[in-house]
């Protein structure tokens, strides 16, 4: 008999957060050569093979926090855009 885990997507999604935020934090504090995969699954009490079923690298791992915070970036960019209400000026003063 097999034994499996199932996962909704939602908490795939949550988990996939999870590591980008602690992935992140770790970049800052240690910077690209002190950050390794090891450090962040011990950071996060998760196996480094578990982490690993994620991204098969620490390039591919800052890769999505890039596209991640680019796609917050890109959101809060957009609600202000649709939200806003005068003029054009007024508009790039609150995108600045």
């Known amino acids: 008999m097999s034994h499996s885990r199932a996962r909704s997507q939602e908490a795939k999604e949550k988990q996939v957060k999870r590591i980008i935020n602690e992935a992140r934090d770790l970049f800052f504090e240690a910077g690209s050569s002190g950050f390794s995969m090891r450090s962040l699954a ?44 005068g003029s054009f000026i007024d508009l790039l003063d609150k995108l600045a």
Do not use: T, V
């Open 42 to 85: 011990k950071r996060l009490n998760m196996s480094q093979g578990n982490l690993y079923n994620y991204w098969s690298c620490k390039r591919d791992l800052w890769y999505a926090i890039i596209q991640h915070d680019f796609a917050l970036f890109e959101k809060k960019l957009n609600d202000i855009i649709e939200k806003h209400e």
